[in-house]
């Protein structure tokens, strides 16, 4: 099942090869990793992205957990939660496709943040599956170069991840 | 003000450590230097840096006290990885500080450089990275807490050698707070209590215990708890010592060179009491065949990753297993009425006991089996036995009955060739006096042989008992069983003349080939050369396997048994 894992972890030099040490070295999948500081500059906020069933994620909880540098965790997809994430596309933008393209994009509430004579650079966030919709939308000979920064996550109301 | 150097041997002060392994090296010149001018702290000056990591390992394990290793950055952080992996997958609180080269040559392929945070992170329960000498006292405070608390490991201290030069006022904090370190220790209460009426209805229990017994300093309390309730104690490798050996209620090792009675009895319980083990492979064999009975299980450990990764657990109780098994005891206070089946039980694992699956057949050549009975005799069962690995450490954990806890000192996970050793040689600066043995094989002594020079330097007796049967004994074994006798590359061909080679290093060699003369010599050895170190060559029998035996991937009742071959 597809999991997201929250976690708050010292922000230290190497805090990310440990998480990323660990995923390799147990075999565990890593789908996506997000990883930034906090409004308190000495933790930073990972979302990971991984599947598993139910055992292999009580074993990566519990082995997040055991990191030293690890101050806390939650499995966000244990309960209600809002997920977002933001995807730069760079499309072809010429002659008829010019016109299509600002279409496309105004339907899936995309903006266009960057013009040249012949490409635009569209921005989109939302959930992963809209940011695959999106894709799966246009002509693939269109797009240029894809980014996506990974799934971020919170719980919804009082379930907060705080120290 | 001081420098850093000397802050590191201030700090080893305040944690009283009383010796230190190492190998000097370039990064580490100022730590060496502030070494050579005090004189609390003694330096054992190995011949390899695995040999101080394996020695100061051996130090944790023995005693109740912290090892620590001093290596040099680069091949001296290279040459340790055997030791801190070894120390890792045992769980042994170790603390190794590493010189790096200095901080503005970091990432610039220097001389004898290499990311030791990097190049450890697999293996250590956490390590560090010292940049500024105002973090150093600290670093290494936190370094002996995070090594001796919770599940405790080996952690590594990477000081390069700028800030080892750095001057800066030394004040070292009593005590540390970590918000992202808490590891738990009392065990819930509420799950206590189930375990509790979970063992009062327990039908066929077993009370398996493995290295976290030893780890907590809780074979007092478990061999009181046993007795309160009469079950049978199996003990995994790394739990030897936990609970009396010779006493009637322990049914022997379990797992893959276990005893008929324990694997049997382990298997077929109705009630696991899982008490600081973790069901390893080489314990349980097949999980799939482990799971084919119905039991429950009451799991006690200070690591929460350990409990249901392996096996399903009933009742869990996270933490330390000295503090939980009190809790049980204070609760089991008013006394424990157990069911009546299990006289049933113990009529079960009697019959199993009478197939008598630990035996041999003593004739013309010497058995590694009848070396192992005889140290036994000779040293009253009261050595401290350290061991490579291999068929000999088997033989030593089959028949070698230990009685006390931390007297049994081998690699039970990482499974190194060549720690026996440098173990004996730690056993032996945390417990100076003390009678200590090495159990080895002609393979596994040389992996770190050059420490006989290390010993004749600190005079340290060891007497080393080299199983010697010029095969590597285990690979053989399993090639004669699961490869049709082809022995790829099992036999040693050109040994040394180890008798020669231990009077080269200026210590006592002997050569025993004949059974009548193995007695004699074993106590020539502890007596006459007590104070000597004496490499003690057995030539036997080649063809010894260990048995009983549990090949890979198969069940635990599936043993195969020495006279069914």
């Known amino acids: 099942m597809r999991h997201i894992i929250s976690l708050l972890i010292e922000n230290e030099a190497g805090a990310l090869s440990r998480v ?26 990972m979302t990971i992205l991984t599947w598993g069933s139910d055992d292999v994620l009580e074993q990566i909880t519990k082995q997040l957990n055991k990191l030293v540098d690890v101050v806390k965790l939650v499995d966000l997809s244990e309960a209600p939660h809002v997920e977002r994430e933001l995807m730069l596309i760079k499309v072809r933008a010429t002659g008829k496709d010019r016109e299509e393209m600002k279409r ?60 | 003000m ?66 620590v290793a001093l290596v040099t950055s680069g091949p001296g952080v290279t040459n340790a990885i055997t030791g801190i992996a070894t120390a890792y997958m045992d769980s042994s609180p170790m603390v190794v500080l590493c010189g790096q080269v200095p901080t503005n040559y970091i990432g610039q392929d220097a001389f004898q450089e290499c990311d030791t945070v990097g190049v450890t992170r697999p293996c250590v329960k956490h390590n560090f990275l010292v940049k500024d000498v105002k973090d150093l006292a600290v670093t290494i405070k936190k370094a002996f807490h995070i090594a001796t608390t919770g599940r405790p490991g080996p952690v590594v201290v990477d000081i390069p050698k700028d800030v080892t030069a750095q001057m800066i006022e030394f004040d070292y904090p009593k005590s540390i707070q970590m918000r992202s370190y808490n590891p738990v220790v009392k065990g819930h209460l509420g799950q206590i209590k189930r375990a509790v009426q979970v063992l009062q209805e327990a039908k066929r229990p077993i009370i398996y215990t493995g290295g976290g017994v030893i780890l907590s300093n809780a074979a007092e309390k478990l061999t009181r708890l046993a007795r309160l309730l009469g079950f049978p104690v199996t003990n995994t490798l790394m739990g030897l010592g936990g609970y009396p050996a010779s006493d009637r209620q322990f049914v022997g090792m379990l797992g893959m060179h276990g005893t008929f009675e324990a694997n049997n009895a382990m298997h077929y319980a109705d009630v696991i009491l899982a008490v600081g083990a973790r069901f390893d ?15 429950r299980v009451i799991h006690i450990d200070i690591d929460p990753s350990s409990i249901s990764k392996r096996v399903k657990v009933d009742v869990p109780i996270v933490g330390n297993v000295a503090d939980v098994l009190d809790e049980m005891l204070k609760l089991l206070d008013g006394g424990f009425k157990a069911d009546p089946e299990l006289a049933d039980w113990w009529t079960q694992i009697e019959t199993w006991r009478a197939r008598k699956s630990l035996t041999y057949r ?137 008798v020669k080679l231990a009077e080269a290093y200026g210590h006592v060699g002997m050569r025993i080939e004949k059974p009548e003369d193995v ?29 009983p035996m549990v090949a890979a991937g198969k069940g635990l009742t599936e043993m195969i048994l020495a006279e069914e071959l």
């Not at chain 2, 005889?374 to 069962?381: I, M, Q």
């Not at chain 2, 049994?408 to 200590?436: C, D, E, K, Q, R």
């Not at chain 2, 699961?482 to 061909?493: C, E, G, L, M, P």
């Not at chain 2, 020539?524 to 036997?540: P, R, S, Y």
Request: net charge negative; glycine share 10%.
């Open chain 1, 104 to 163: 496309m994009a105004d339907i899936f509430r995309g903006r266009i943040i960057d013009v040249t004579e012949t490409t635009y650079v569209i921005e989109l966030t939302g959930a992963s599956s809209k940011l695959d919709s999106f894709i799966a939308a246009l002509d693939g000979g269109l797009i240029l170069e894809t980014v996506r920064t990974g799934v971020c996550g919170v719980g919804r109301g009082d379930r907060i991840l705080k120290v």
């Open chain 2, 519 to 547: 007695e004699p010599a074993l106590r020539k050895a502890f007596t006459e050369h007590k104070d000597d170190l004496v490499f003690m060559d057995f030539i036997i029998d080649p063809t010894a396997n260990v048995f």
């Open chain 2, 281 to 295: 492979d080489r314990v349980i064999g097949s999980p799939e065949h482990f799971a084919s009975e119905k039991r």
């Open chain 2, 2 to 67: 001081i420098s850093g150097a000397e802050i590191v041997i201030r700090c080893l002060q305040e944690e009283k450590i009383d010796c230190v392994f190492g190998y000097p090296g370039g990064s580490v010149l100022h730590i060496y230097d502030a070494l050579f001018k005090q004189g609390d702290i003694k330096h054992i000056l190995v011949r390899h840096e695995q040999a101080a990591v394996h020695a100061a390992d051996a130090y944790s394990r023995s005693s109740q006290r912290v090892g």
């Open chain 2, 362 to 498: 003593q004739d013309q050549r010497i058995m590694p089996q009848f070396v192992i009975e005889k140290l036994y005799e000779v040293t009253g069962g009261d050595a401290f036995i350290t061991s490579d690995v291999g068929q000999h450490q088997m033989f030593a954990a089959q028949y070698y009955k230990f009685d006390k806890p931390r007297r049994w000192i081998n690699s039970g996970g990482l499974g190194t060739m060549g720690v026996g050793l440098p173990f004996a040689m730690g056993t032996l600066f945390a417990n100076p006096g003390a009678t200590v043995a090495c159990v080895t094989g002609e393979g596994s002594i040389q992996m770190c042989i050059q420490e006989m020079s290390t010993c004749k330097q600190f005079a340290l007796p060891v007497k080393i008992i080299n199983l010697n049967n010029g095969m590597l004994g285990m690979v053989r074994q399993w090639q004669e069983m699961f490869y049709s006798k082809r022995y790829s590359h099992t036999y040693v061909a050109s040994l040394p003349d180890f």
């Open chain 1, 20 to 45: 990323a040490g660990l995923f390799s070295a147990r075999a565990y999948n890593i789908e996506s990793l997000t990883v930034a500081p906090t409004e308190d500059p000495s933790l930073s906020r």
